[in-house]
Every structure is written in structure tokens, then in C-alpha cells.
């Protein structure tokens, strides 16, 4: 029980660096004398490092302790967020969040290899709902420090001083925690797991599927505000409510998956997502288009990933683990950026129709994915 509690923990940990930025941005660049737009160079350096990282996890595993790799991950993600109480230049802003990512790309992995090994499909997505708490949160926690005389410096600090002490519960229960990767097991290389079509299915399918879910997230309240009108105010309101949706999705996930197997929970989904893009084309009811959307997407991710051993089998499953999170963050930073081009070129209807591109190709790569497992088709080349 202690373990998943931590677990959930560590991926409420995740959740919260990630929204105290977009908060404490507006405050923080004048003091470090730089533009509105360098934030970019913080997404980049973030990104590169939570790859960098996750593609690293599966050696890690097999060198150390769960519970002693998640202590030193996170003691790193803590370590990078309280270099923000002194730092005065950007330069050692782009060096923090780059240690932070490092920390949270081990963490990641290790803990989703964790669930699939031990646990089963409605921990998984519980887990995944508790990164949506810690998205919620830091919002808020960045809210509270910006009213202190230490601003934005003491929101990173109190998310810092929680993470180390979660850092040391994690090392002194080390002995509590399994090896996930055997040490003896053999290693499948990541250019051999890409070599199989399963596995290039299932990076695809991640990388659309950050596209989609970090595209809503960023542009919606574009979408809103610009293209149909709304205020500024009620136009977060609703953002906030698809974030909301999208971790309800999640809980309510948890138990159907007990009678649901993977494949129902994604179909079912992205009917829904579906059916929430119909809704947001609709004048005045665009936010609840966006709710079912969250609602929709919000257990398509956790159901995936639960299933990997199914869907490429149980000899690939470590390297494909590590390259759907890894290809996950590639798209969400590739397609989002391209989506945001489309949408200034096109304000109005630009969202909705990159949506309905990426919903559309997650249906077809599903759908292909699914004739492979149910064909029994050998893990091993093919074509996507």
C-alpha cells in the first residue's frame, strides 16, 4: 500500500513544475531581463532533458533499486527548483529546468514499468490521474506565491522542499521497492524495438496522441477568446474545466477497468473526443466541447500504456515503454508548434480541423494496431 501511495505521489511531483511556470512567467522574465517569448528555449531545454532521460530509465533499472532510482530522480527534479531562489540570469533558469527534466523523465518510466509489471490496468489509471492533481495544484500554488514579498522564487521553493522530502521517504524505503528490470534479462536495443511495426505503431500513436491532448491545452483559449469570442476570464474558466474532465476521465476509468479491456476503453474514448470536437464547432456551447473532449482523451494514455506487453509483446515491452514517453514529448513539441502556425493562419475553424486530422489518425493507427494483435501478426517487420 506504502508503495502506491508514493507512487502517487511522485506523479503528483510530475504534475505540478509543469503549470507553475505558465503562472510565474509573466513575472519572472522582466526580473531576469528577458522576452515574453524565451519561455520557448525553457520548453526546449525541458524537453530535451525529460528525453534524454527516459531513454536512459531502462539502463538505470537495471543498475539499482526502484525505490533508490525514484529517491535520486526525484532529490534532482527538488535540487533544479531550488536553484530558482537564487538565480538571477537566464542562463542558469535554462540549466534548472533542464536538471529538472532529467528528473522527471526517470521517474516516468520507472514508475510506469512499475505498474505494468505489478499492477493492472485501473492502478495505471489512477496514477495518471494523480499528474492531473499536481497540474491542478501548481496553478494555484503559484497564485498564493506571487501575493508574497519572494513571488514567483517561493512557489519553486515550496514545490522543491516537497520533493526532496518525497525524495527521502522514496530512499529510505528503497528496500521496500522490487527491481522492475531483471539485471540478467536481456536488453532489446532501442533500434531493434523500432525495427517492428507494433512498436512503430505504438511510438505513432503517443506522439499524435501528446499532439492532440497539449494542442487543446495551449490553443483552446486562443480558440475561444479570438476565434469565437469569449471572455478572457470565462474562456480560462473553461480550459480549466477540460483539465478537470480530463482527470475525471481518468478516476471514473479506474473501475470500468475492471470490465472493460484496453481495447473498449480506447474505442470508447475517442467516440467521445469525437463527439466533444462535434460539440466545440457548435456557437455557445464551445466549453463543453472542450469538457468532453478531457473526458474523452483524459484515459487513452493510461490505457495504452497498460497494455503494451499486448500490443507488442512482453520481450519489447521495456524499450517500447521508454519510447512512448519519449516519442509522447517529441509530438507533443512538434505538432503543437505546427498547430499553432495553422491556427494564427486560420483563428477561426484552424483548431478544429488539426483536432479532427489527429483524432481521424489516432482512429486509423488504433484500428491498424488492433487488425495486428487480433491477427496474432508476429511482433516483426512489417510496415506501419
Given at each position: 500500500?506504502?508503495?502506491?501511495?508514493?507512487?502517487?505521489?511522485?506523479?503528483?511531483?510530475?504534475?505540478?513544475?509543469?503549470?507553475?511556470?505558465?503562472?510565474?512567467?509573466?513575472?519572472?522574465?522582466?526580473?531576469?531581463?528577458?522576452?515574453?517569448?524565451?519561455?520557448?528555449?525553457?520548453?526546449?531545454?525541458?524537453?530535451?532533458?525529460?528525453?534524454?532521460?527516459?531513454?536512459c530509465a531502462g539502463r538505470l533499472m537495471r543498475i539499482m533499486r526502484?525505490?533508490?532510482?525514484?529517491?535520486?530522480?526525484?532529490?534532482?527534479?527538488?535540487?533544479?527548483?531550488?536553484?530558482?531562489?537564487?538565480?538571477?540570469?537566464?542562463?542558469?533558469?535554462?540549466?534548472?529546468?533542464?536538471?529538472?527534466?532529467?528528473?522527471?523523465?526517470?521517474?516516468?518510466?520507472?514508475?510506469?514499468?512499475?505498474?505494468?509489471?505489478?499492477?493492472?490496468?485501473?492502478?495505471?489509471?489512477?496514477?495518471?490521474?494523480?499528474?492531473?492533481?499536481?497540474?491542478?495544484?501548481?496553478?494555484?500554488?503559484?497564485?498564493?506565491?506571487?501575493?508574497?514579498?519572494?513571488?514567483?522564487?517561493?512557489?519553486?521553493?515550496?514545490?522543491?522542499?516537497?520533493?526532496?522530502?518525497?525524495?527521502?521517504?522514496?530512499?529510505?524505503?528503497?528496500?521496500?521497492?522490487?527491481?522492475?528490470?531483471?539485471?540478467?534479462?536481456?536488453?532489446?536495443?532501442?533500434?531493434?524495438?523500432?525495427?517492428?511495426?507494433?512498436?512503430?505503431?505504438?511510438?505513432?500513436?503517443?506522439?499524435?496522441?501528446?499532439?492532440?491532448?497539449?494542442?487543446?491545452?495551449?490553443?483552446?483559449?486562443?480558440?475561444?477568446?479570438?476565434?469565437?469570442?469569449?471572455?478572457?476570464?470565462?474562456?480560462?474558466?473553461?480550459?480549466?474545466?477540460?483539465?478537470?474532465?480530463?482527470?475525471?476521465?481518468?478516476?471514473?476509468?479506474?473501475?470500468?477497468?475492471?470490465?472493460?479491456?484496453?481495447?473498449?476503453?480506447?474505442?470508447?474514448?475517442?467516440?467521445?473526443?469525437?463527439?466533444?470536437?462535434?460539440?466545440?464547432?457548435?456557437?455557445?456551447?464551445?466549453?463543453?466541447?472542450?469538457?468532453?473532449?478531457?473526458?474523452?482523451?483524459?484515459?487513452?494514455?493510461?490505457?495504452?500504456?497498460?497494455?503494451?506487453?499486448?500490443?507488442?509483446?512482453?520481450?519489447?515491452?521495456?524499450?517500447?515503454?521508454?519510447?512512448?514517453?519519449?516519442?509522447?514529448?517529441?509530438?507533443?513539441?512538434?505538432?503543437?508548434?505546427?498547430?499553432?502556425?495553422?491556427?494564427?493562419?486560420?483563428?477561426?475553424?484552424?483548431?478544429?480541423?488539426?483536432?479532427?486530422?489527429?483524432?481521424?489518425?489516432?482512429?486509423?493507427?488504433?484500428?491498424?494496431?488492433?487488425?495486428?494483435?487480433?491477427?496474432?501478426?508476429?511482433?516483426?517487420?512489417?510496415?506501419?
Amino acid at each position: 500500500m506504502i508503495r502506491i501511495v508514493l507512487a502517487f505521489a511522485a506523479f503528483i511531483s510530475l504534475g505540478m513544475p509543469d503549470t507553475l511556470l505558465g503562472v510565474g512567467w509573466p513575472s519572472m522574465h522582466a526580473g531576469l531581463s528577458v522576452d515574453l517569448d524565451a519561455a520557448g528555449w525553457l520548453v526546449v531545454a525541458t524537453t530535451g532533458a525529460y528525453i534524454l532521460s527516459s531513454l536512459c530509465a531502462g539502463r538505470l533499472m537495471r543498475i539499482m533499486r526502484l525505490g533508490l532510482l525514484l529517491g535520486l530522480s526525484v532529490g534532482l527534479t527538488a535540487l533544479g527548483l531550488w536553484v530558482y531562489l537564487w538565480l538571477d540570469q537566464f542562463v542558469w533558469l535554462v540549466l534548472a529546468v533542464f536538471v529538472c527534466g532529467l528528473g522527471g523523465g526517470a521517474v516516468d518510466v520507472a514508475l510506469q514499468q512499475y505498474v505494468i509489471e505489478r499492477h493492472g490496468p485501473g492502478l495505471m489509471q489512477w496514477l495518471h490521474a494523480s499528474f492531473g492533481v499536481g497540474v491542478t495544484l501548481g496553478p494555484a500554488l503559484m497564485a498564493v506565491a506571487l501575493t508574497s514579498d519572494n513571488g514567483w522564487r517561493w512557489g519553486y521553493a515550496a514545490v522543491g522542499a516537497s520533493l526532496m522530502g518525497l525524495a527521502a521517504v522514496f530512499i529510505l524505503s528503497m528496500r521496500l521497492w522490487p527491481s522492475v528490470v531483471p539485471p540478467d534479462q536481456p536488453r532489446v536495443a532501442y533500434r531493434e524495438a523500432l525495427s517492428h511495426a507494433p512498436v512503430r505503431r505504438a511510438g505513432l500513436m503517443y506522439a499524435v496522441y501528446g499532439g492532440c491532448e497539449l494542442s487543446i491545452g495551449l490553443w483552446a483559449f486562443s480558440y475561444l477568446t479570438v476565434g469565437r469570442g469569449y471572455d478572457g476570464a470565462l474562456a480560462a474558466l473553461w480550459v480549466s474545466g477540460f483539465w478537470a474532465a480530463f482527470t475525471g476521465g481518468r478516476l471514473l476509468a479506474g473501475p470500468v477497468s475492471r470490465y472493460w479491456d484496453h481495447w473498449r476503453m480506447v474505442a470508447v474514448s475517442l467516440t467521445g473526443v469525437v463527439l466533444g470536437l462535434v460539440v466545440l464547432a457548435i456557437n455557445g456551447l464551445e466549453g463543453w466541447g472542450l469538457a468532453l473532449m478531457g473526458l474523452g482523451l483524459g484515459p487513452i494514455y493510461p490505457a495504452l500504456m497498460s497494455a503494451t506487453p499486448l500490443r507488442v509483446g512482453q520481450r519489447l515491452t521495456e524499450p517500447a515503454v521508454a519510447l512512448q514517453i519519449t516519442l509522447s514529448a517529441v509530438g507533443a513539441g512538434a505538432i503543437t508548434a505546427v498547430v499553432g502556425i495553422w491556427v494564427e493562419r486560420v483563428p477561426g475553424q484552424g483548431l478544429l480541423l488539426a483536432l479532427l486530422g489527429m483524432v481521424l489518425g489516432l482512429g486509423l493507427i488504433e484500428w491498424r494496431q488492433r487488425q495486428s494483435v487480433k491477427s496474432a501478426e508476429p511482433p516483426i517487420g512489417g510496415s506501419v
